[in-house]
């Protein structure tokens, strides 16, 4: 029911990591034997359950330091979400304790208390509860792979080619789109709310 019945575009999100991968490390990108240096990163992917919009994120690993960054990044950028769905993975259940352990702090308590985020975590034995944001990490892989290929880039590079991608999916049409060019076209970016 929360997932339909927002308000604001973000204000109830899916989360997810899609990836590894490959990147070029920067570490003058040969290694003693001439190879190239290879490492990895990952997809932080957001979903707004209302409009179906996109935010992406690149990170480096998949530790919860990482993530917080990069959610601290998504709030900073999209506003705070009432509702945080994600699946039962290492990264996710790390987060939401920190979470937790920030809201018991005295300084956050009033705060937080007027504006909590609640995590809420799919049953492990059920990956279909994830569908909302497991098809838009489809998306955002074939886009990558549409794009860039097999092509090994830097990490500056790949976060340049994920802004694209967010911004082409965030243009897709929503529904059947009409012969009529006077029919406006319904995409998520329409329900994103710009200050």
């Known amino acids: 029911r929360d997932r339909t019945e927002g308000n604001t575009a973000f204000q109830v999100v899916g989360v997810d990591y899609a990836g590894p991968l490959k990147r070029l490390s920067p570490s003058l990108f040969f290694d003693e034997n001439g190879e190239t240096r290879e490492g990895k990163a990952y997809i932080i992917l957001f979903a707004c359950s209302l409009t179906r919009a996109l935010h992406l994120d690149l990170a480096k690993s998949m530790e ?3 993530f917080l960054l990069s959610f601290k990044s998504f709030v900073a950028r999209r506003g705070r979400p009432e509702k945080v769905y994600s699946d039962n993975g290492r990264t996710f259940v790390g987060a939401a304790s920190w979470i937790k352990k920030v809201r018991s702090s005295e300084k956050f308590n009033d705060f937080l208390a007027h504006q909590g985020i ?3 975590f799919n049953l492990s034995k059920a990956p279909w509860w994830g569908g909302q944001f497991e098809r838009m990490v489809g ?3 074939g886009a990558l792979r ?3 290929g097999k092509s090994l880039l830097t990490f500056t590079e790949l976060k340049e080619v994920l802004l694209d991608v967010e911004v082409a999916l965030n243009n897709r049409p929503l529904s ?3 012969d009529d060019i006077q029919m406006p ?3 998520p970016e329409n329900g994103i709310v710009r200050a």
């Open 64 to 66: 919860m330091e990482e």
């Open 139 to 141: 998306l955002v892989k």
């Open 176 to 178: 059947y789109v009409e």
């Open 185 to 187: 076209l319904i995409t």
């Open 146 to 148: 549409k794009s860039i």
């Open 118 to 120: 609640t995590w809420q």
